[in-house]
């Protein structure tokens, strides 16, 4: 229902159509979103926005019904806010949703429709978020609602009469309208309808290149063309790169140091038993004693358990600490006392009694400093290395702190400073070209987020650790290249252009030949054209509606022709002409096609309902008469905007 109503919102059918909905979309919400559905307690002051009738909506009034339905739209769109809800039209729905609103009640009204006070109380008492712990209707948490929200309970009847009314009213067009069959047979006939012509491309390609262009030519043609060549802004960065190599030499462990982190983590180092168990969890104490004297007396402690209904769990190579953590302290003191083979229980367990087996005994030797030093000082030469890159970006970021240039960080950091050519703000060099290089990404994200004259920053330079001293260089602000430094390709696009214009030329002498009665074929040939000849078009209009690509655009234009007639088509990628002749049409017969027919009539069905609703709800507006004051709606949507 949400996103249905979300759809529904931003278009004109939808503000009628959405009258059906709110009200039914407002009443499921939990009690955080009932003032979706109520309304004002009343008017509260201030300019009016709308009149409808004798009622009037002032500007806090319509404020807070918006406030209302951004709420509800954010159930379903967490990232909306109220500058993209203005910006979609959301303020105009809203006040043709109250519009419409208003105008039913007012239809009903003076129709002599009642909304009993049954209905009202049936409809509050259904909200989810009003029911007490036994599911009733809490009338104290309704009362508690209404002070929390600084509404009054007869705003919120006046509201929910005015929902039901349109409900009342509109819930007729929810049923389809039967749409005749004549309606729905010439529109089925018209999707029938197949058209067959001819088509033939003039390339470029096929058309004499002609001479080579004069300097003047391409002066002219780069002049005319400039934003083919505009190279955006560039910008030199200035920088200091620190990785982990650069401090590894400051980071290699001494023997003092290997010594104490293998005295500090001699458990890890020291010999240790490993044992796999089988065991089975028992309700009650009877079940496990049994099941423990079964497999005392030969049975396997997986079939003795399947006897029972019960299932085996193998736990393999646990430390006794391990296997404590997965089971319990007493089940692992008796694992570890216990012999290779045997049985163990019932002990008391969380979920009932263990009978456990012990399958296998492992004794795994412990290892000495010497075998155990390649790995400690792998693991030293890590935190050492995160240490050193710790202790130098401090260092760093203290002396940016304190006011310190570029050039006086790299001094007096030792640090290697580059500068990088004048970079595009994805990394590239249009000056040389090639992949920008993915460890500059950063650098040039944070050097394209600088003003000129900005103090150096420190930026994260990787997943390592690594980082980087950046300064911002020269700034060159977006020009088109030089014609000296483009003149090949202005000479590749003068070529292609002067190609089109000669295409263009040829394809219209074919199109003047055509459209003077001569046939495709004796117009094509006297162009003497080295390319393919005209080719056969045919398609229905179904079948233009299911092309894709390149192939939809002829198509769509033959359909657009009268027969015996030709057009011209650019190809999408200006390398050349279509010239297009629609020579028949062929009339669609759905006659004998009545599932085809009836699906367009169901169609048609639907919108002669939305049809009649939209003209009914206009019909009560026009009977209560709707004044909408502009002025005071454009400062909501400009109050709106800047409370962002």
Known sequence: MLSNFRRLIYSKVGAVLAIIFLGLLALSMTSGDVTSILGSGGSIGGDTVVEVGSTSITAPEFRSRIDQEVQVLRQQQTTLDVAQFVGNGGVEGTLERLINGLALQAFGRDQGMVVSKRMIDGEIASIPGLQGLNGQFDPSLFRQLLAERKLTERGVREEVERQLMGQLLTAQFARPVPAPRQLALPYTD??????????????????????????????????????????????????????????????????????????????????????SITQVVVLDRAGADALAAKVKGGQSLTEAARAAGLEATTIASADKATLTRRTSAALADAVFGAAQGAVVGPLRGGLGFVVARVDAVKQLPGRTLAQARE????????????????????????????GATFDEVVTDQKLAAQTSGALLANGTDPDRPGAPDPTLAPIVQAAFQMEEGDEPQLVAAGQDGAFAVVALGRVSPAAPRPLAQAREQVAKDFAADRARQAARRVA?????????????????AATGLNAAPPRPLKASREEVERAQGPTRAPLALMFAMTPGSARLLEEPNGNGWAVIKLNTIIPGDASRDPGRVAALQNVFSQVLSRELLQQFVFATRAQAGVKVKQPAVARTKTELQGAQ
Do not use: C, H
């Open 375 to 402: 790995e400690i000082v792998a693991a030293l030469t890590r935190q050492k290395t995160a240490d050193a890159l710790n202790q130098l970006q401090k260092s760093v970021d203290d002396r940016l702190a304190d």
């Open 190 to 275: 018209l999707s029938l309808e197949r058209r067959e012509g001819e088509i033939a491309y003039v390339p470029g390609a096929a058309v004499a290149a002609g001479p080579a262009p004069t300097d003047a030519e391409l002066q002219t043609f780069y002049q005319r063309n400039q934003a083919r060549y505009m190279v955006p802004e560039r910008r030199v960065i200035r920088y200091a790169r620190v990785t982990p190599d650069q401090v590894r030499a400051r980071a290699i462990p001494t023997d003092a140091e290997i010594a104490q982190a293998y005295a500090r983590d001699r458990t890890k180092y020291a010999p240790t038993e490993q044992r």
């Open 508 to 524: 219209g002498q074919i199109l003047a030949a055509v459209n003077r009665g001569q046939s495709f074929a004796q117009a094509w």
